[in-house]
């Protein structure tokens, strides 16, 4: 079982950056690839970045290719989403979630972080 919480939210400008944290517990974070995902309002929720359990392989949606980086530190059941040169349209609650596999899929993420906000000003 894994518990999941996201902090680092916030309102930005344009072109601002944020680091979102994902803090886990339960015995096999390490076993587990991790997601970021967002939702803006009428919109369904979409994968953003996805890092195996190693950190040796990663996803991005090509719309922040480039602009976001995710990264884990299992020792500390972590996983973050360095977020760059933020546009209006990242607006969205964002979410960490947890898969046994290797997805883009969010139907195979099993366990959710009640998600943080982030809102970008133009």
């Known amino acids: 079982q894994v518990q999941l919480v996201e902090s680092g939210g916030g309102l930005v400008q344009a072109g601002g950056s944020l680091r979102l944290s994902c803090a886990a517990s339960g015995r096999a974070f390490s076993g587990y690839v991790m997601g970021w995902f967002r939702q803006a309002p009428g919109k369904e929720r979409e994968i953003v970045a996805a890092i195996s359990g190693s950190g040796g392989n990663t996803y991005y949606a090509d719309s922040v290719k480039g602009r976001f980086t995710i990264s884990r530190d299992n020792a500390k059941k972590t996983v973050y989403l360095q977020i760059n040169s933020l546009k209006p349209e990242d607006t969205a609650v964002y979410y960490c979630?947890?898969?046994?596999?290797?997805?883009?899929?969010?139907?195979?993420?099993?366990?959710w972080g009640q998600g943080t906000q982030v809102t970008v000003s133009s």
């Open positions: 979630a947890a898969s046994p596999v290797f997805s883009r899929s969010s139907y195979e993420y099993d366990y």
